[in-house]
């Protein structure tokens, strides 16, 4: 079956550990993004990548590492996480370099930073 | 920076037409998407809209888009309680390879 698949699914964690979200998608598609969901704010988009080794920063890159080693991984790292990065994360891929297809969502991590 | 609003709340009695609403900036925007998002669940695509076009039509689904005003529009026909979700309106930006979403509109669909 095609998707997108994130773990974990639920956290809870304290100031300052270290985490990875990892996202891992089985259909070959060029592009991968994240982004985080808050109350109000919709989606903004963190990191992204349109290939191997070829990363870019989104709209809110700041307290958020990303590689993309290989074509189907691009795991989302917290350095040093804060309360303010508890928010809900999704994971994206597209088969396109160029946005101009469907973009295919994981389920989504919910993440909490005490 | 590019930017898409959208209204909050929508709520409408089964049976209905839904009309969610959505303003961008970007008018290089070449896609506009709708992406309807359940509880607990991840975005789906719903329908998009090229940007050379003014409507199209899916089933119950109505995209109508006003290129000059930068203002697109879901129409759902005889909404039913399973329309009930948070719809995303995006528009291709950042010459093409970002996808920037609106703040979302939660449906809600009473009986």
């Known amino acids: 079956e095609a998707q997108v698949t994130q773990n974990p699914r639920y956290l809870i964690t304290v100031t300052g550990k270290k985490l990875t979200v990892t996202c891992s998608q089985n259909?070959?598609?060029?592009?991968m993004s994240w982004y985080r969901q808050d109350p109000g704010l919709g989606l903004r988009q963190i990191y992204y990548?349109?290939?191997?080794?070829?990363?870019d920063k989104g709209d809110v890159p700041e307290g958020y590492k990303v590689s993309r080693k290989e074509k189907r991984n691009f795991p989302l790292i917290l350095e040093s996480p804060s309360p303010n990065q508890t928010s809900l994360y999704f994971c994206?891929?597209?088969?396109?370099?160029?946005?101009?297809?469907?973009?295919?969502f994981g389920e989504g991590s919910r993440l909490t930073v005490l | 920076g590019e930017d898409v609003e959208q209204s909050l709340f929508l709520s409408v009695r089964e049976g209905d037409s839904s009309v969610i609403n959505c303003t961008y900036t970007?008018?290089?925007?070449?896609?506009l998407y709708w992406y309807k998002q359940e509880p607990g669940a991840g975005l789906q695509l719903l329908t998009y809209?090229?940007?050379?076009?003014d409507m199209k039509q899916d089933q119950r689904l109505t995209v109508l888009l006003n290129k000059k005003d930068k203002h697109l529009s879901l129409r759902i026909a005889d909404t039913q309680t399973g329309d009930s979700a948070i719809y995303f309106c995006?528009?291709?930006?950042?010459?093409?390879?970002?996808?920037?979403f609106g703040t979302g509109t939660q449906l809600k669909v009473e009986l």
């Open positions: 994206a891929s597209s088969p396109m370099t160029g946005l101009t297809g469907e973009l295919f």
């Open positions: 259909m070959n598609h060029e592009y």
């Open positions: 990548s349109m290939n191997v080794e070829v990363t």
């Open positions: 970007d008018s290089s925007s070449t896609y």
């Open positions: 809209i090229f940007s050379n076009m």
């Open positions: 995006a528009a291709i930006t950042g010459g093409g390879n970002k996808l920037t």
